[in-house]
């Protein structure tokens, strides 16, 4: 068939040919979906889950493999398990020596500890009157005090629920009042005790009648020509071997001439 004849064909079923080659793509395009449609889908580890492998013993070529989520969860557990015992066997025999029992439970990482300060005056009674010194009983629990670990507050009296080392401190401020003597031209201060003095005391519940002095400080009255009123701190500190339900408390002669109860202090500390 001449070209001339050929082109004239093609020219006059251009529309026709143009359809079919249409047909046949989109017939070529239907087939190609519907393989890929009846294709089974992937069940690899690796599509479906995240495929990895991890190194499970420390001292060992052990691997484990599996999905990312359960080998990484199985692997957090079991590392994290093994630190804990760890840290906590480090923890027991750090703390092994300063481990204190109390009525509440065991408890092994803390130490008995009160701090304290003044809440009110004592003002003796006409008992205490004939008494060279008195006990300091009232102090505050409240908000910058502390009586933690099994230290209990007993009518001023702290008592230690373990035996040890333990440091005991106090401080005291007096004020008091100066009386001039005319007759004698002297300065005298009204007091049953030539000194101030400060102490700090033991006893033991099971018996509570039996008391012991631990510590003391004593200090004269200053007297001035000047002064009506005058004032003097006192602090008093160190380290003492206490046994399980031994009570400490503080004691000061001419007890309402400590009359600065927010000044005073009083704690103990396990060693």
Request: charged share 25%.
């Amino acid at each position: 068939m001449p070209y001339q004849d050929i082109r004239k064909y093609f020219e006059s079923h251009v529309k026709i040919i143009t359809l079919v080659v249409f047909l046949i793509n989109v017939f070529t395009l239907i087939i190609v979906l519907g393989i890929l449609w009846c294709m089974s889908e992937s069940s690899t580890p690796v599509e479906n889950c995240g495929y990895m492998c991890l190194e499970m013993e420390t001292n060992s070529d052990y691997m484990k493999c599996g999905c990312r989520a359960k080998i990484l969860q199985e692997y957090t557990e079991k590392t994290f398990d093994e630190k804990l015992m760890t840290i906590s066997k480090e923890y027991r025999d750090m703390f092994k020596s300063s481990s204190v029992k109390v009525h509440e439970g065991y408890i092994g990482d803390v130490k008995p500890v009160a701090h304290l300060i003044g809440e009110d005056r004592d003002m003796p009674t006409k008992d205490d009157t004939k008494k060279e010194i008195l006990p300091v009983k009232k102090w505050y629990r409240g908000n910058n005090c502390l009586l933690l670990n099994g230290v209990k507050l007993h009518r001023g009296r702290v008592r230690v629920p373990v035996s040890g080392f333990y440091h005991v401190y106090s401080a005291i401020e007096f004020n008091y009042h100066l009386i001039r003597d005319t007759e004698h031209n002297i300065i005298e201060v009204h007091s049953k005790s030539p000194n101030m003095k400060h102490a700090i005391y033991k006893s033991n519940i099971k018996n509570s009648k039996k008391e012991d002095e631990i510590m003391c400080t004593q200090h004269p009255y200053e007297r001035s020509e000047n002064l009506v009123f005058s004032r003097y701190d006192t602090y008093i500190s160190g380290d003492t071997y206490l046994e399980a339900g031994d009570e400490i408390y503080v004691k000061v002669a001419n007890i309402s001439y400590a009359s600065s109860p927010p000044k005073n202090i009083f704690g103990i500390l396990l060693i």
